[in-house]
Each structure stands twice: as structure tokens, then as C-alpha cells.
């Protein structure tokens, strides 16, 4: 079956159900949907060794990745049926390290959505909430 035979919200619930699969990206960044309704998604995410950069810690790109699949995830969410949309701007901060093995929880989050353009945030979180990276994304959408 076609992902354009889908909305936004249709098409994530069936990765996360298991119905399609993941992204290839997540073989290489370690992530699955675990949570998803309008406006909002949530991914477990689990850094390993071949994340970690020349000075041992996880590599920036990694949180960079995760922010940019929840954000874009949070906006997917609200998309009509045959609608695509690009990431146009990602801004990030990383607040603190994060460790290899350990699973934490990227959440995005639609902040507003107008005709052409998506505003969303996004961040890495462990299991006590406590913030490792946020981020802001705005989102053009495609309409053919």
C-alpha cells in the first residue's frame, strides 16, 4: 500500500503498530515511535558505542538526528492525505551528556501550524524528565 494513501497521523501510527516500518535512518540511529496523536509524537531512543564522537561522548549529530525526526514527526501528525513537508530550519542546544546504552525519550510537539509553514519543538528526555537536548524546527509543507 502506498504512504500517499495516508494521513499524517494514519501513516505514523502504522510504523508505530508495527504495520510499516521505520525510516532507514532508524538502523542507524536506534529509534522507534512509541506514542502518537495530533500535534504530538514520541520516540525511544537508545545511543550505542558507534554514536560516540572522537572524545567518547555521544556524537552531536546523534541529538541532532532525534530532534529532527520528532519535530518533523510532531508536524507529520497533522498533514492530509498526499501532503509532504520539509524541514527548513533546525536549531538546537545540547544541555547534557548523553550516555551510550541508555534509552531515553525524544518528544515533539506542534507549537502552530499555518497554510504553508509548521512551527515545532522537540526534545531528549531520560526517564525523570530531565532534559538532555531541545530543539525548535519550522517545517514548510509541499502542497502539489
Avoid: W
Avoid at 536506534?30 to 556524537?59: A, C, F, S, W
Amino acid at each position: 500500500m502506498s504512504t500517499e494513501q495516508y494521513t499524517g497521523i494514519q501513516y505514523l501510527t502504522a510504523i508505530k503498530n508495527g504495520e510499516l516500518p521505520h525510516a532507514p535512518m532508524a538502523t542507524t540511529i536506534p529509534m522507534r515511535i512509541v506514542e502518537v496523536k495530533t500535534g504530538y509524537v514520541v520516540y525511544e531512543v537508545t545511543p550505542n558505542n558507534t554514536h560516540l564522537n572522537l572524545q567518547g561522548g555521544i556524537h552531536g549529530g546523534f541529538c541532532a538526528t532525534i530532534l529532527d525526526s520528532v519535530t518533523g514527526g510532531a508536524a507529520h501528525t497533522i498533514m492530509d492525505q498526499g501532503v509532504q513537508f520539509v524541514t527548513t530550519e533546525l536549531n538546537i542546544k545540547m544541555i547534557r551528556p548523553m550516555q551510550s546504552g541508555k534509552t531515553y525519550r525524544g518528544i515533539g510537539q506542534l507549537i502552530n501550524a499555518g497554510r504553508t509553514l509548521v512551527i515545532t519543538e522537540g526534545k531528549i528526555v531520560d526517564e525523570n524528565d530531565k532534559i538532555f537536548a531541545y530543539g525548535t524546527a519550522t517545517l514548510m509543507i509541499i502542497h502539489r
